[in-house]
């Protein structure tokens, strides 16, 4: 399968090439909603389990130290092999 034969492109194909013959529910997607002052993440397998509900988590040190706990507890807790992070600004729906 060449580079231009998937339906995303490029980079579904490579998002693809990450996954393959890979246990799915071994697949970490951490979902951040990047705000002014808080942000909020959940964490959840391939097909939408949640793992760790929503947390709000600050963009200073103790924060970010948060944020890696919970990700690392997550990790383990699935002995997830992919872990994805998504990140969406929600400050221009002012």
């Known amino acids: 399968m060449g580079k231009s034969s998937h339906i995303q492109g490029r980079k579904g194909t490579k998002f693809s090439q990450q996954l393959r013959g890979v246990n799915l529910e071994q697949v970490l997607i951490v979902a951040?909603?990047?705000?002014?002052?808080?942000?909020?993440?959940?964490?959840?397998?391939?097909?939408?389990?949640?793992?760790?509900?929503?947390?709000?988590?600050?963009?200073?040190?103790?924060?970010?130290?948060?944020?890696c706990k919970k990700i690392n507890q997550a990790v383990t807790a699935t002995e997830a092999v992919r872990l994805f992070l998504g990140i969406e600004a929600t400050g221009h729906y002012l």
């Open 32 to 67: 951040i909603d990047a705000a002014k002052l808080h942000q909020k993440a959940l964490i959840c397998n391939y097909f939408g389990d949640i793992i760790e509900k929503p947390f709000f988590f600050s963009a200073n040190n103790s924060g970010m130290e948060l944020l």
